[in-house]
């Protein structure tokens, strides 16, 4: 009665707190009746109770629907019984929530440790209850998302987190480029070293804003000079159409492979 009462959708809110302090009244025996509910919904929740004896434990983790058997491979006061059995389970979905228990016996995770299916071993990789000895064994796992899993586990010793130095995500330092620092100074009255700052802009990783720093007249040589030699045709044609580039790199350029390129150069040389 109490059940068709908490599922009424018209129950007072007075009544539903009553109720959520009722699970002194559900009996071993209500416990295995529930167990036993169509509604999977009822078994999911039901492995949350603290009651459970173990009998009723390794009836949900053999239960044919896998969200329950997820949610005993998943819940921390699963007997160890259980999770043995689980560790086995056909479905993978189950034995990586095993493996990521955090009171998963190690001797399950060593089992998980050697599974067949690469994301098991690496739900078992990131365990921080892994001893030195499993994390050895995964840290030379042929599957780099289970090495990086072990360089990322806060147990594994800084020897074999050093050989697995690559793996470890590091936080990203973001970097100013040398077009926004030379803004800094571009748009400053008092600036007067706009040689440094195109020289700064040559080096930036925009290649709109290279082609365009070739292209000034006041841009060092030195630098017109990398721009020569550069792999792009189109900052090769900038430099040949710079107003401000020596003869001798004009002279150069009026022999290269692009027709477009040797064209400016000649035409900037003849005027």
């Known amino acids: ?12 809110a ?33 492995v949350r109770h603290p009651n459970l004896t173990e009998a009723l434990w390794l009836q949900l983790a053999e239960d044919t629907q896998i969200s329950v058997r997820e949610a005993v491979a998943a819940t921390i006061n699963a007997p160890v019984s ?9 479905q993978v979905e189950v034995r990586i929530k095993v493996a990521t228990n955090p009171n ?35 840290a030379n796992d042929e599957k780099v998302e289970v090495r990086s899993a072990v360089a990322q586990n806060p147990n594994t010793p800084a020897p074999i987190r050093e050989t697995l130095r690559d793996l470890v995500v590091q936080p990203t330092t973001r970097q100013t480029s040398p077009t926004l620092r030379g803004l800094n100074r571009l748009y400053n009255p008092s600036t007067n070293d ?11 990783e925009n290649a709109f804003v290279r082609l365009v720093t070739l292209l000034h007249p006041l841009t060092p040589h030195e630098v017109l ?3 020569a030699q550069s792999a792009s045709w189109l900052e090769r044609y900038a430099v040949a159409d710079n107003s401000g580039t020596p003869s001798v790199l004009r002279q150069q350029l009026a022999e290269d492979s692009n027709r477009i390129v040797r064209a400016a150069a000649r035409v900037n040389t003849n005027s």
């Not at 259980?82 to 056909?90: F, G």
């Not at 706009?194 to 930036?204: D, G, M, P, R, T």
């Open 82 to 90: 259980v999770l043995e059995l689980l560790a086995r389970d056909e």
């Open 1 to 12: 009665m109490r059940l068709a009462v908490a599922q009424n959708p018209l129950a007072p």
């Open 194 to 204: 706009l040689v440094s700052i195109l020289a700064e802009y040559a080096s930036s």
């Open 104 to 138: 998963t016996p190690i001797t399950v995770l060593q089992l998980l440790a050697g599974d067949e299916n690469s994301s098991v071993r690496t739900a078992a990789a990131s365990n921080s209850n892994l001893p030195e000895i499993i994390l050895t064994q995964l």
């Open 225 to 227: 000079t990398q721009g």
């Open 14 to 46: 007075e009544t539903l707190m009553q109720l959520a302090g009722d699970a002194v009244y559900i009996t071993p025996q209500l416990l295995g009746i529930l167990v036993q509910d169509p509604c999977v919904e009822v078994r999911v929740y039901l």
